[in-house]
């Protein structure tokens, strides 16, 4: 199909935790020629910066936004790169695939890392944490994924935050999927590093990540990045200093994000969305359950964000089959990530409303017909 044909027909729905389905008026916003040290340009990106601490509940100068070019992965690397100084180790909690991605960071890096590893549905044990956290002085900072999107579990990072504020050590978390959606008060919270990108629950386009840090850590940066375009502490200062990228900035992400903030101001904030989300999730949920679809993860540590089907143990399921019949009715799902379960998952955040949900819930009865499955029939 070539693009014009492809704007006749409605776009395909993502249930996936990003790139989303976007507003129109998003889209819309990305559609100008603007060059990267136009007054418009840097004031819009200004902006930004101001907005998302407010959405953190924090203030400059005490905490500062930057904005990293690339995707969520990038602004993650920036942080860990930046902030761990030479002879720091970090504190690295898993229960996942993006808590594994924060080791192969610091792997590749050649900073020390200390693994808690947990059970994909498993929350972490905060005894250990602070057994980990007497016994290892050397540990500087600790990391862990707020939302971890391989399952959908939500980690308690309020524990983490009273625990690394105990023992005086800069907390890193990785929001990527939970910012926007779930309300996070940086400071109450003890977060020295936020991390999340233009593409989840801000609802923007893909393009770039952002990292709100504590003035008071990120200034401890200077000098420790051990790469070039991802140094943190330089990319502050230079936005600070006259407001512009040190290098080519995604003016048209920066556009669309722009429009997607105001756009969540207009929905009531970020309770709103997140009742919105709630709703949606709640359906896919119970209508998923009534189809005979098995979650996987206990209610009381799952997020509101995506959500981690079984694959059904009847022989005509392959979910090969499943993702391109859905696909072609114009829902497009997501593979599972687990390691040791077979699972897909289905998200519920972007411009998706309960309408959305019932529709793809009635795509998937009218596959698992067509497939002559039954999984209501034990
Ligand atoms: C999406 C996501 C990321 C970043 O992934 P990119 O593909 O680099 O954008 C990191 N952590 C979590 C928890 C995520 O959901």
Known sequence: MTLPEMQKTRDKLLFTPGPLTTAMKVKEAALIDLGSRDSTFISLVQQIRQKLLDLAHVEPPEYEAVIIQGSGTFGIESAISSALPEGGT???????AYGRRISQIAHIHSIPVIELIYEENQLPDIQEIETALKV???????AIIHGETTTGLLNPISVLGEITALYNKALIVDAMSTFGAYDIDMKKLNISYLISSSNKCIEGIPGFSYVLAKRSELEKCKGQSRSLSLDLFDQWTGLNSNGQFRFTPPVQALLAFHTALNL???????????IRYRENNKLL??????????????DEIRSYIITSFIYPTHPNFSFEMFYSKLNEKGF??????????????IGNIGQLFPDDIQMLVDAIADVLRELKIDLRVK
């Open 285 to 298: 949920v119970n209508e998923m359950k009534k189809a005979g679809f098995e979650i996987y993860l206990p």
């Open 264 to 274: 969540l101001d207009k929905e009531g904030g970020v309770d709103a969305r997140a």
């Open 136 to 142: 290892n002085s050397e540990i500087t900072h600790v």
């Open 90 to 96: 970090l504190l690295n909690i898993i229960n996942g």
């Open 332 to 345: 497009v799902i997501y593979p599972g990530k687990l390691s040791k379960v077979d699972c897909f998952r």
